[in-house]
């Protein structure tokens, strides 16, 4: 493919890639319903089986900016077909699992083998697609975000209600092998082939830096992915763990920049190119407050109205199919509104999650799972709005050979995220409930999301205004170049 010829398959393989992003997102949440199944089924205990979640958002978040970078190193193609053949031979080993020790083993190697495979999908959008084409395509990627996120509950629900107990757990990672098989093979016939280049893994591949990074993001990921289990007060002082190895590997990868070798993430990302560190830190923090909400709402459901994990899930199932639909259309207009897009969003998933606490204070118990599916609908709109454009703009001035690790390093953000908002609402909620009840708890915890996802609209605001002093920079410059070239002739 030339940049003159765009890749006449591009659009199947999107739908291809799409389909595994899909599976590898989707398994950060479809196993919590299925948790006291697999409890009981292997007789084990709360805090062990936690870790079938944890386990696999910690590997998840430790390896993506490591797999971008092996996919802008070995190539795309090749990274991704690994990725997916070690999670499609992991989710079988899972669902095959004896004993909660291969099961949670299982999962750290599943998480490993997603985290490997999700950045590809931004670094191949990066490669395969361009200008208008672009927008759209990260488009459809944040539809596969954004219902991924949400729909796990439902499916989880949909097919232990299938296979029913005490095996019905399995198939929530069986599922993954025949949609994965069909995938890989239609991956081989439809991915682009890059032209073979000699590869020194040694030279290539910053194994220091890796390590350097590994240690800082477990630093943050591990008390927050089990706060629930105490995490934060066993475990906080990794956080100061955390904060000595970002910065030796931010020195770390500055000198082997200067060293004219090749970094793990190169640092003038965020310090050079355009958009990309305030890019960066408005997905962060939506994750912070949109990704939290969906633990809360299933302990508002689950434990305070009594609904099974399905109706749990189905209460929320607005804010999914809006966000969908929303995120395709939004990546069409990306390159018409820009930023403008983020802002709006922003501004409506804060209105939305206020609504939210505000409802369920003025309707029956009974009532609440009808009240806030209007308010959910509207924040699913707006949800759309951020997330597809986001992530376009992000990544619009990064070049394509750091594609890979531009992506690796922005989903890394919305993994600790994630993680910090989970652990913050679910605290704000249990807190609250203990003394003035579930509606009341449910309404601090969204109070405590739109707060979250108003710093990111602030963040947003500010690059706006960003972007405009850029254009008109860029116009001087367009003018000045003229009236030289004027001047010369």
Not at 5 to 15: F, K, N
Not at 304 to 311: F, K, S, V
Request: proline share 4%.
């Amino acid at each position: 493919m030339t940049g003159a010829e765009p890749d006449p398959r591009r659009w199947r393989a999107l739908a291809v890639t799409l389909t595994a992003g899909f599976m590898t997102l989707l398994d950060v949440s479809i196993v919590n319903t299925a948790l006291p199944s697999m409890q009981r089924d292997l007789n084990t205990g709360a805090g062990t089986i936690q870790w079938v979640v944890s386990g696999y958002a910690l590997a998840f978040g430790l390896v993506l900016v490591t797999g971008g970078r092996l996919g802008d190193a070995l190539g795309r193609r090749r990274m991704f077909l690994l990725a997916l053949a070690g999670f499609v031979a992991t989710s079988a080993l899972a669902g095959a699992a004896p004993d909660p020790a291969t099961l949670v083993a299982a999962r750290l190697a599943q998480g490993c083998a997603a985290g490997m495979l999700t950045p590809q999908n931004s670094g191949l959008i990066q490669d395969l697609f361009r200008g208008t084409e672009r927008g759209r395509a990260f488009g459809m990627f944040g539809a596969v975000v954004g219902i991924s996120t949400a729909v796990g509950p439902v499916l989880g629900g949909v097919i232990l209600a299938l296979f029913g107990d005490p095996d019905g757990w399995r198939w929530v990672f069986y599922v993954n092998v025949p949609i994965g098989v069909v995938a890989f093979g239609l991956a081989m016939k439809l991915l682009p082939r890059t032209g073979r280049r000699k590869f020194r893994l040694r030279t290539e591949i910053d194994f220091a830096g890796i390590v350097l990074l590994a240690v800082a993001v477990l630093g943050v990921l591990l008390p927050l992915v089990q706060s629930e289990r105490g995490g934060l007060g066993r475990f906080w002082w990794l956080f100061g763990v955390a904060i000595v190895f970002g910065a030796a590997f931010v020195w770390w990868e500055r000198r082997v920049t200067r060293k004219n070798r090749p970094p793990l993430l190169d640092i003038r990302l965020f310090t050079g190119t355009p958009g990309y560190a305030s890019g960066a830190a408005v997905g962060a923090l939506y994750f912070c407050g949109f990704a939290g909400i969906w633990l809360v709402f299933a302990l508002f459901f689950q434990q305070g109205l009594g609904y099974t994990p399905l109706q749990s899930g189905l209460a929320v199932t607005p804010f999914a199919l809006s966000s969908a639909v929303t995120a395709a259309v939004a990546g069409r207009l990306v390159a018409r509104f820009g930023r403008r897009l983020t802002v709006a969003g922003l501004s409506i998933v804060a209105l939305a999650l206020l609504s939210v606490g505000v409802v369920v204070q003025l309707v029956p118990p009974s009532a609440a799972g009808f009240a806030v599916a209007g308010p959910l609908l509207i924040g699913g709109i707006g949800g759309g709005m951020v997330i597809s454009p986001n992530t376009t703009l992000t990544l619009e001035c990064v070049p394509n050979r750091l594609a890979g690790v531009a992506g690796g390093a922005l989903q890394t953000g919305q993994r600790i995220g994630t993680a910090i908002g989970t652990a913050v609402l679910a605290s704000v909620f249990e807190s609250v409930v203990a003394t003035s009840g579930h509606q009341t708890a449910l309404t601090a915890a969204m109070c405590c999301a739109a707060g979250l996802t108003l710093v990111a609209l602030a963040f947003a605001t500010l690059e706006l205004r960003a972007r405009r002093r850029r254009a008109i920079l860029t116009e001087d410059q367009q003018a000045a170049q003229s009236a030289a070239n004027i001047h010369r002739t």
